[in-house]
Every structure is written in structure tokens, then in C-alpha cells.
């Protein structure tokens, strides 16, 4: 299984900017995936999460900036980030799952900096 993580950037604040996902796995459909970062010197914590039945869930310091979303024909997930803030300065990890497996990609860096 690989997930490749791509999109991030340098962007300003109050910038957009997308991240994609894309997966091998089979019955990529059935797995539910999400978004979670990591911000230099703190732990990683969970963004947002859509489910196999595409239920999405945000965390509190995105909702209504961040939009996610999931291709299942093209096995990829995404995720829309709006009105950046410097403090949303991260490395952003897609992670899959279903039951007892999962899965985590590689990273993308995003930093939100003028």
C-alpha cells in the first residue's frame, strides 16, 4: 500500500491551497481516510476525516476553512484549505483505514508565512 501526499507550498495568510492524496490499495472505497499534521516542536493532530460513506469531520480550528473530499475512482483524497493562517504551518499526513489496518503517506509541507 503507498500513499503519495502532494500540493503544499509557501502560501500567504489568507492564501488557498490543495492537497492530494492518491493510494494503491484495493477497495479504496471501502476504507475511510483523513487529513493530520504536524507543526515543528508539538504532536501530530488529527485535521478532518470523510468516511467510506463520505461523513466528513473537522477539527475546531479548521472548520469552515478547510473542505475535505475523497475520489474513489481515482483513489485519491483531498483536501481544500482556505483562508491559511500562519499557525496552520505544518507537515499535512493523509492516513487510510479499515479496522485494524491503516496506513500513513509520506507529508506534504505547508507553510503559511507573508
Known amino acids: 500500500v503507498q500513499l503519495q501526499a502532494s500540493g503544499g507550498g509557501l502560501v500567504q495568510p489568507g492564501g488557498s491551497l490543495g492537497l492530494s492524496c492518491a493510494a494503491s490499495?484495493?477497495?479504496?472505497?471501502?476504507?475511510?481516510m483523513g487529513w493530520y499534521r504536524q507543526a515543528p516542536g508539538k504532536q501530530r493532530e488529527w485535521v478532518a476525516t470523510?468516511?467510506?460513506?463520505?461523513?466528513?469531520n473537522y477539527a475546531d480550528f479548521v472548520k469552515g476553512r478547510f473542505t475535505i473530499s475523497r475520489d474513489n475512482a481515482k483513489k485519491s483524497l483531498y483536501l481544500r484549505m482556505n483562508s491559511l493562517k500562519p499557525e496552520d504551518t505544518a507537515v499535512y499526513y493523509c492516513?487510510?483505514?479499515?479496522?485494524?489496518?491503516?496506513?500513513w503517506g509520506q507529508g506534504t509541507q505547508v507553510t503559511v508565512s507573508s
Open positions: 490499495i484495493r477497495f479504496f472505497g471501502a476504507y475511510s
Open positions: 492516513k487510510i483505514w479499515r479496522d485494524d489496518n491503516e496506513y
Open positions: 470523510v468516511t467510506s460513506g463520505r461523513y466528513t
